[in-house]
Structures are given as C-alpha cells and as structure tokens.
Nanobody
Framework: QVRLVESGGGLVQPGGSLRLSCAAS????????MGWYRQAPGKLREWVAT???????VYADSVKGRFTISRDNAKNTVYLQMSSLKPEDTAVYYC?????????WGQGTQVTVSS
C-alpha cells in the first residue's frame, strides 16, 4: 500500500519558480517509476514528467526545458522543480506511479501562475 502526499504549490508570478514535493509511504517506492501529472480547470488530467527508479527522466513537450523531475529514494520523495512558469501551467499537480494506479491519487497541490 502506498500513500502519496503532494506539497509546495502556491501563487507565483509569470516567470517565477516553485518546487513541488511528493512524499510517499510504503516500501516499494524505490523500485517504481514515478510521475507528476496536472489538471487545469475544465481540462483532463495530463502527464507532465516521469522519473524512473534509476533516475532517468522524460518530459512532456509543454514543460521540457523548464521543469526538472528528481527523486530521493532515501527520503521516499519525488520533486518537481518548475521554472519560467507560465499562466498555462496553472493547475492542480499530482504525483503517482507511472503507469498510474487509481488508488494512489492524492489531494494534489494547487499551482497558480498569475500577475
């Protein structure tokens, strides 16, 4: 059983930065790929980035070059460093395994990019 808790969201101006964290409980964290996902108002949830168990990373085209995903297996935590934020990055951000599991979705953390 895994429980995921996201944090670090907030209100930021365009061009600003935020770092999101996802704390995971459970002993299987280090052996699975983890991902960040987001859901903007009125839109479907979409994949943002993935970090494999060995640290390899993949990004959606919309965030490539601006976001960095990383993990600390000793702390059971996944991070998303977001820079050069745009208003279109406004969404609730979630972490989950990749592929996702329905029972792992948490509450997410709200990111609002606005002047």
């Amino acid at each position: 059983q895994v429980r995921l808790v996201e944090s670090g969201g907030g209100l930021v101006q365009p061009g600003g930065s935020l770092r999101l964290s996802c704390a995971a409980s459970g002993s299987t964290f280090s052996i699975v790929s983890m991902g960040w996902y987001r859901q903007a108002p009125g839109k479907l949830r979409e994949w943002v980035a993935t970090v494999t168990r060995s640290g390899g990373t993949v990004y959606a085209d919309s965030v490539k070059g601006r976001f960095t995903i990383s993990r600390d297996n000793a702390k059971n935590t996944v991070y998303l460093q977001m820079s050069s934020l745009k208003p279109e990055d406004t969404a609730v951000y979630y972490c989950n395994t990749n592929p996702t599991r329905h029972d792992y979705w948490g509450q997410g953390t709200q990111v609002t990019v606005s002047s």
